[in-house]
């Protein structure tokens, strides 16, 4: 007999997720209390956070505070590793949590939520109670979890999806049911297989969603259309992406009003802004918080629309959300510090929101040179985020390269603080029109730590570091798999 993924009630499951040692360890101890698909469908709820210090600071939004930097000099760690994008550092032996025995990374921890939760509803469907609707959308739902990790590990543990080489680039192993003896030592599958695989789950979930999931840590119907637009504008397929773009739009484009929920003298919002809030499609935030934004990031934030024909009154909501740190931090006066904590406003910097479908929106329209549609989708997006913006004397830049920049610079001050600034640089980093050679200048006071001596550190387009090893631990246990690179 098969040894199944035990699961003894929601409450085990979650520490499942968050306790085993290899990346594919199932214990077949104990037995299935679980039966009916709503209990099932209780384990979505355990799943709100995704540990990302993996790739934290391998971008140009979040700074480091310089005395962090100074403190670890000469033998930096993974945060200064990456935020001063030194090659050299390993990766794989030094993965979030891969010392130890107890640890798990980034990539263990999405194949645990793929193996242990994804796979293992999906083989328990002819042994649920419940009625068939309500077991469809339960397996639905774990078919569009897998397909989320699935995206996450491929744009983070491979080379970006290119239609010319994605066939034989190599990819991420592709474990589909909660068995350990029918894969023990998985393979690579290729980065066009993954994607495949990715694209099925999304296609076969769709008609079997609901409109309104139960809690916002569910796939609905509108947050699988984001999904499957995501996918094909990392695969620079347009149409495709305005297709299932326009899909989930239709179903909600609700947005948090930022200009009059923030107060600007305290930094947060005046009522609490929830996971539960209208424009969350589906909710996933970071295990950790990434507190401060740098001086580019801020210049971003402060130049507000005066490009686009907007007064100098027009104000950027989100700045508010930040303050300059005590002066006891180093590099104080050269970064803002986000202030709310997650009662106040939880964030979803991981999941999905309709602002983000905006942007998709936007910005495939504009590669089209259709300038009027991109400002259409664009519209309440930006009355959400800007004081004083007006709609009608609005200009987009009347070049589609000049229009695109501008709706990749919305993406960046909107999906701050996350892993899409990350993926964003790694798939427009393949076109030379939109590809950008982030450098930062550290420390930005020098005086402040005198033994760290200012420098320009820089992450090149094609750096290693847009391809993450795979932690050394999961390559220890499976002699099948090698990590992926440029070449």
Known sequence: MKSKNIIYSSVIALSLLTSCNKWLDLEPKGKILLNSAEEYGMLFDNITSYDIADIAYLSDENWVNAQTVSSVWGAPNLTTANFLFL????????????SGTNGTTMYQTLYQRI??????????????????????????????LRAFAYFILINTYAKPYDKATAATDGGVALKLDPYIETQPNPAKSTVAEVYQQIETDINDAIPDLNINAKTPYRFNKAAAYALKAKVHLFKKEYEECIAAALQSYQLNHQTYDLVNLITASSNKPSTPIYATGEENLFFATTES???????????????????????STVKDSRLDLYKQPASTVKDYKFMLAWVPNAKEFSVNNVGLTTTE????????????????????????????RYRNY??????????????????IGERRKELVRGINRFLDLRRLNAESTYQKVVSRIFPADPVATPNVPQQNFVLPVKSPLYILPFPSKVLENDQQLTSNSWQ
Request: glycine content about 6%; proline content about 2%.
């Open 357 to 384: 479908v905006m942007l998709m929106l936007a910005e495939c329209y504009a590669r089209k040179g259709q300038f009027e549609l991109a400002k259409e989708y664009l519209k309440p997006y930006l009355q959400s």
């Open 390 to 407: 007006i709609h009608n004397s609005f200009t987009l830049p009347n070049s589609v390269e000049n229009a695109v920049n501008f709706v």
């Open 115 to 144: 193996t242990k939760v994804a796979n293992t509803i999906i083989y328990e469907k002819d042994n649920m109670s419940g009625i068939s609707a309500e077991k469809a959308s339960v397996i639905a739902e774990s078919k569009m």
């Open 87 to 98: 090659t050299e550092y390993d990766r794989s032996l030094n993965a979030s949590g891969n």
């Open 289 to 311: 918080s990434y507190t401060y934004i740098g001086q580019e990031l801020i210049d971003l934030y402060r130049g507000g629309l005066l490009a686009n024909d907007q007064t």
